[in-house]
Structures are given as structure tokens and as C-alpha cells.
């Protein structure tokens, strides 16, 4: 485990700069506690809208319990003879620090840095070397992890990761997930009224034509042929006939 020094060096420092660093570790508490409380708030809020569900709790999983704190108030030891800073010496000063604002602090950070994995696990479940410490935000399946058609593309290491795959395996035989096309009925429109229709005039029948009655054509009587004129009654016809040298 690697440790901070500072222990070996607080006694080395310059008590002026003991004085200056002491209140400084005050003003988060008015210019970052604030924020991160917005903060909490707000992914909190993403998480729910995206559908997360059994959240930790802020006071119940991260705030130590009251009564689990060593010391109250009637028996809080204080640092009066080797601390030349005389609020050591008074127990609302440990009160205060050790039991409120130090506790509530380093939950609220905590706090975040949980909510901020969960969200990391969700939509970003690729391997980094640092992704073995988000076991506290564990989750059950990643956004990658629901959908057939996109946990085929995940690396080995990523789809069979436990922080947020629960064990499930890709399944490439699996159809993919269609969306359900909801039909939209149509607003009802107002009955309308049909339209009254013109009245129609019924056509008379026409009269039947009857037809003229046909007139049987009687057949022409055969014509007799001419028969030629005899020789006998030549001379008759030139005898009549007078001549012309003749005179009367």
C-alpha cells in the first residue's frame, strides 16, 4: 500500500504556513461541496430516466452512521498541549470536523465517483486498465449488452466482463430485436351527413318502331323472243312500199 508522507513532515513546516493552509480546507465547502451536490442530483436523475434502478443509497451506504463515530461530544479528546493552534483545544472544533463535515464530504465525493462509473458501465462497457476498480458500479447488462445485433461487435474481454455483463453470452443465432410498429388510428373525424342526391328523371320507354310491311314484288313475265320475219311476207312489206321513181 502506498502511503502519503506527511506525517514525518508537519513538524519540519513554518508555523505561518500552518496558519495559512488550515482555513483553506474550508472553502469546498462553499465553492465545490455545492456543485457536487448539483451534480449528484442531476446523474442521478440521467440514471433514472435511462431505467436504473437500486441505486445505493447517499446516507444509508455512504454516511457512517451516528453512533459508529468513536467520540461524542462529552468525551471527544482534544490536542492541548502540543498544538500551538488554540481551536485544537476545543471539542466543537473535532466535533465539528471529524464527525460532519469530513464524513459528509468524503461520502458526497464517493458518492459521485459510484454514480459516474454506473454510467460509465453503461453506455462505455470497453476495457481500460482501470476499469478492475468500478466493480462498485457494478451493473447487470450494458447498453451494448441488450442488443443481439450489437454485442457481436464487443471484444471477448468486454462482452464476458462480470462488472456489467452478468454472464451473458453473445448469441449470434439470435434474430435481432425488431421495434413493435404501433399503428396510429386516425383522429375520428365528425359523421357527415350524406349529401341529399338531385332527383332523377325516369326515362319513357320509347315506342317500338313497327317495322313496314314488305311488298311481295310479282315476278316480270318472261319476254318471248322476236321471231324472225318469213321470206313470204317480205314481198308484201316491199310491195306496199311505194318507190320512188314511181309517181302517183
Same mark, same amino acid.
Given at each position: 500500500?502506498?502511503?502519503?508522507?506527511?506525517?514525518?513532515?508537519?513538524?519540519?513546516?513554518?508555523?505561518?504556513?500552518?496558519?495559512?493552509?488550515?482555513?483553506?480546507?474550508?472553502?469546498?465547502?462553499?465553492?465545490?461541496? !455545492?456543485?457536487?451536490?448539483?451534480?449528484?442530483?442531476?446523474?442521478?436523475?440521467?440514471?433514472?430516466?435511462?431505467?436504473?434502478?437500486?441505486?445505493?443509497?447517499?446516507?444509508?451506504?455512504?454516511?457512517?452512521?451516528?453512533?459508529?463515530?468513536?467520540?461524542?461530544?462529552?468525551?471527544?479528546?482534544?490536542?492541548?498541549?502540543?498544538?500551538?493552534?488554540?481551536?485544537?483545544?476545543?471539542?466543537?472544533?473535532?466535533?465539528?470536523? #471529524?464527525? /460532519?463535515?469530513?464524513?459528509?464530504?468524503?461520502?458526497?465525493?464517493?458518492?459521485?465517483?459510484?454514480?459516474?462509473?454506473?454510467?460509465?458501465?453503461?453506455?462505455?462497457?470497453?476495457?481500460?486498465?482501470?476499469? #478492475?476498480?468500478?466493480?462498485?458500479?457494478?451493473?447487470?447488462?450494458?447498453?451494448?449488452?441488450?442488443?443481439?445485433?450489437?454485442?457481436?461487435?464487443?471484444?471477448?474481454?468486454?462482452?464476458?466482463?462480470?462488472?456489467?455483463?452478468?454472464?451473458?453470452?453473445?448469441?449470434?443465432?439470435?434474430?435481432?430485436?425488431?421495434?413493435?410498429?404501433?399503428?396510429?388510428?386516425?383522429?375520428?373525424?365528425?359523421?357527415?351527413?350524406?349529401?341529399?342526391?338531385?332527383?332523377? /328523371?325516369?326515362?319513357?320507354?320509347?315506342?317500338?318502331?313497327?317495322?313496314?310491311?314488305?311488298?311481295?314484288?310479282?315476278?316480270? !313475265?318472261?319476254?318471248?323472243?322476236?321471231?324472225?320475219?318469213?321470206?313470204?311476207?317480205?314481198?308484201?312489206?316491199?310491195?306496199?312500199?311505194?318507190?320512188?321513181?314511181?309517181?302517183?
Amino acid at each position: 500500500m502506498q502511503k502519503v508522507q506527511i506525517g514525518c513532515n508537519h513538524r519540519k513546516q513554518p508555523f505561518w504556513k500552518v496558519v495559512v493552509g488550515v482555513p483553506l480546507i474550508y472553502l469546498p465547502l462553499f465553492l465545490t461541496l !455545492p456543485f457536487v451536490l448539483v451534480g449528484i442530483l442531476l446523474v442521478k436523475a440521467h440514471l433514472s430516466l435511462v431505467g436504473g434502478e437500486n441505486l445505493k443509497s447517499y446516507w444509508i451506504d455512504f454516511v457512517p452512521s451516528w453512533i459508529t463515530h468513536r467520540y461524542t461530544f462529552k468525551d471527544q479528546i482534544v490536542a492541548d498541549k502540543n498544538s500551538r493552534l488554540i481551536f485544537t483545544k476545543q471539542p466543537w472544533f473535532w466535533i465539528f470536523n #471529524c464527525k /460532519l463535515y469530513c464524513p459528509l464530504s468524503v461520502a458526497a465525493f464517493r458518492y459521485m465517483a459510484y454514480l459516474v462509473m454506473i454510467v460509465e458501465n453503461w453506455w462505455c462497457p470497453f476495457h481500460h486498465e482501470k476499469k #478492475c476498480e468500478y466493480s462498485e458500479g457494478a451493473i447487470d447488462l450494458s447498453f451494448w449488452h441488450i442488443y443481439p445485433e450489437e454485442i457481436v461487435k464487443l471484444a471477448d474481454e468486454d462482452r464476458d466482463n462480470p462488472i456489467w455483463s452478468d454472464g451473458v453470452k453473445a448469441d449470434t443465432t439470435v434474430e435481432p430485436v425488431t421495434e413493435a410498429v404501433v399503428e396510429v388510428l386516425p383522429e375520428q373525424q365528425p359523421e357527415q351527413q350524406p349529401e341529399p342526391k338531385a332527383p332523377t /328523371l325516369e326515362k319513357q320507354p320509347e315506342p317500338e318502331v313497327q317495322p313496314e310491311p314488305k311488298v311481295e314484288q310479282q315476278p316480270e !313475265p318472261e319476254k318471248q323472243p322476236e321471231q324472225p320475219a318469213s321470206a313470204e311476207s317480205a314481198p308484201e312489206v316491199l310491195a306496199d312500199t311505194p318507190r320512188g321513181d314511181e309517181r302517183p
